[in-house]
Nanobody, 123 residues
Framework: EVQLVESGGGLVQAGGSLRLSCAAS????????IGWFRQAPGKEHEWVSC????????YYTDSVKGRFTISRDNAKNSVYLQMNSLKPEDTAVYYC????????????????WGQGTQVTVSS
């Protein structure tokens, strides 16, 4: 099993940036594809991004393409989500999750989840 802890959330004005971190213990991120999900009040879990275990391929939902960048550092057991040009509609609790072995857009494909970090974007 693996434990995941998100950090880096906070309050930012529209157009600003935040960098979220996902740190793992109990295993290594290199064993998993790592995805980011978010959940806003009144909405269901939404897949945001994923980075593959092997070749580092990255995937994004259309609403964040060109604004968000996912990356990983397997030596540090960490994955990052750089969020630029933030919009109020990006406000949500952001979760990182680990899938074995492939990136998927479905939450059911992910075996381990962090507790989330709050991102609030003011207008």
């Amino acid at each position: 099993e693996v434990q995941l802890v998100e950090s880096g959330g906070g309050l930012v004005q529209a157009g600003g940036s935040l960098r979220l971190s996902c740190a793992a213990s109990g295993s290594t991120f290199g064993d998993y594809a790592i995805g980011w999900f978010r959940q806003a009040p009144g909405k269901e879990h939404e897949w945001v991004s994923c980075i593959s275990r092997t070749d580092g391929s990255t995937y994004y939902t259309d609403s964040v393409k060109g604004r968000f960048t996912i990356s990983r550092d397997n030596a540090k057991n960490s994955v990052y989500l750089q969020m630029n040009s933030l919009k109020p509609e990006d406000t949500a609790v952001y979760y990182c999750a680990a899938a074995d072995p492939l990136c998927q857009v479905y939450g059911e494909a992910y075996d381990y989840w962090g507790q989330g970090t709050q991102v609030t974007v003011s207008s």
